[in-house]
């Protein structure tokens, strides 16, 4: 698949199979997502990798009962680290950059995700003090996107776009 057949091949997918994922596909990802760009190079997030099948149930009641959470084998949740973006740019970084790295890198972990055949959505959705606590995040790494991950237990549900014209605002 070249990259314009994966982002076309992606959907958000909300039932997974039991089927495992397989370790280098994994790897795989998560290596896609540490090749994303982020400010200065600084990096302003952590990625924590959830296989337990207990807190992948926690999440899924913590992202207000999406039960597929707990149906992926796996679940990233991608978390901002204010204080590494910080060091650089002061304000813009904590309140924007470390944002910014964070959901870049998840959307390089998700288009991988469809690289490699596996299907995956992402949830913006939980309570986020909850899942800090599930994941044991540290205080200053804050959840801002959960990312399940698994094979595909049903066909997606193709959904529609704004038109470009209504979105592109050439000046
Ligand atoms: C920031 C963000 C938050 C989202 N949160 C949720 C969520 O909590 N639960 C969910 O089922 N889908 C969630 N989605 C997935 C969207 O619903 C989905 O991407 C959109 O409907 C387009 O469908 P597609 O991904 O199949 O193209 C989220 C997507 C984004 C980008």
Redesign the pocket.
Known sequence: MNFFEVVEK???I?AFATEPVEPEKLQQILETANRAPSAGNLQGYEIFVVKDAETRAALAKA??E?G?IAEAPVVLVFCTNAARSAQKYGRRGETLYTIQDA?IACTFAMLAVTAVNLSS??????NTEAVQEIIGAPSGIVPV??LPIGYAAVE????PRRELADIVHTI
């Open positions: 992606r959907h958000s909300r992202a207000l999406q597929f959901t959505v992402w949830v913006g959705a939980f996107a959960i997606p549900r193709l959904t």
